[in-house]
């Protein structure tokens, strides 16, 4: 029933951009916590930044300056937008809402 419908991931060179996206159902959008959390090989997850029902941000310090995260409640969606993208930013990412549910997932590759 609650589904996050996570899309954009893909193979990107250094330096680019990408913009994911993440299409919430079964969840009152508006009042959650969207967050967007990230996990490379062998490492732990980690998060990468959240945007509350207020539309306050954070972001990780790794990100900070790069990433944008905004929210479209009327699009049950949030996003993240990447910019200047480095190879330590290859990861899975992650979208969860009000850190209970989850999506499947987006590969993001960085390479050469």
């Known amino acids: 029933q609650v589904q996050l419908v996570e899309s954009g991931g893909g193979l990107v060179q250094p330096g680019g951009s990408l913009r994911l996206s993440c299409a919430a159902s079964g969840i009152i959008f508006s009042r959650n916590t969207m967050g967007w959390f990230r996990q490379a090989p062998g490492k732990q997850r980690e998060l990468v930044g959240t945007i509350t029902s207020s539309d306050n941000t954070n972001y990780a310090d790794s990100v900070k300056g790069r990433f944008t995260i905004s929210r479209d409640n009327a699009k049950n969606t949030v996003y993240l937008q990447m910019t200047s993208l480095k190879i330590e930013d290859t990861a899975v990412y992650y979208c969860?809402?009000?850190?209970?549910?989850w999506g499947q997932g987006t590969q993001v590759t960085v390479s050469s």
């Open positions: 969860t809402a009000g850190f209970r549910f």
